[in-house]
């Protein structure tokens, strides 16, 4: 299933009532899924896993969506997860910075298929969770921490011009630019096409 615009959904099912046991216990799960038809489809497959139940033998109870307490405010969320490869399971923990508990996780499906090449169907979301900033452990989320936080860096700032790759864009013609051909004085770009200040390799 796509993994873009995740939602969290909280699912409840239970085995169908017998003679043999009328009352069954039931089951409670936190799904991201896009819609509810896939989080009672995920739902159904997690707990065929863990056990003996399935959906042909068994009744959702209830399906519904989870909305975010404050989704004004930016969070640290620790993920937990255990995903598929080729070589074998592997558990793994990461850190994202969102508005929301389903935007944290929608980062981290993406993350996963860009760094790892993870498919959504392979990856199982363990525990999600609101972490405190001095609890962080990821060099790029402490990084957002400090309290005076610059965009630009000086260093950057004060390179020379033949340290730096001009690239820009005109009129869908892409085009490469260095001090040599950028005459000092005359030296500006224009703002509507700038589109890349990148460092030479």
């Known amino acids: 299933h796509r993994v873009s615009g995740l939602r969290e959904y909280k699912v409840i099912g239970r085995l169908l009532p017998s003679a043999k046991n009328p009352a069954p216990p039931?089951?409670?799960?936190?799904?991201f899924a896009p819609n509810h038809v896939v989080a009672k489809s995920r739902f159904w497959y997690f707990v065929s896993q863990l056990r003996k139940m399935k959906k042909a033998s068994g009744e959702t109870v209830y399906?519904?969506?989870v909305h975010e307490k404050t989704?004004?405010?930016?969070?640290?969320?620790?993920?937990?997860?255990?995903?598929?490869?080729?070589?074998?399971?592997?558990?793994?923990?990461?850190?994202?910075?969102?508005?929301t508990t389903s935007g944290a996780v929608t980062q981290c499906y993406r993350d996963m298929g860009a760094r790892h090449r993870a498919r959504a169907h392979s990856i199982q979301i363990m525990k999600v969770q609101v972490i405190a900033a001095n609890k962080c452990r990821r060099p790029?989320?402490?990084?957002?921490?400090?309290?005076?936080?610059h965009l630009y860096s000086d260093d950057v700032a004060g390179l020379s011009l033949d340290c730096l790759h001009v690239w820009f864009v005109s009129s869908g013609l892409k085009t490469r630019q260095t001090k040599s051909q950028?005459?000092?004085?005359d030296f500006q770009l224009p703002s509507s096409n700038l589109a890349v200040l990148k460092l030479a390799t």
């Open 63 to 65: 399906c519904g969506l």
């Open 71 to 99: 989704p004004l405010k930016v969070k640290n969320f620790g993920i937990w997860l255990r995903y598929d490869s080729r070589s074998g399971t592997h558990n793994m923990y990461r850190e994202y910075r969102d508005l």
């Open 140 to 149: 790029a989320i402490k990084q957002f921490h400090v309290s005076r936080f």
């Open 182 to 185: 950028i005459p000092l004085p």
């Open 26 to 31: 039931l089951y409670r799960m936190r799904i």
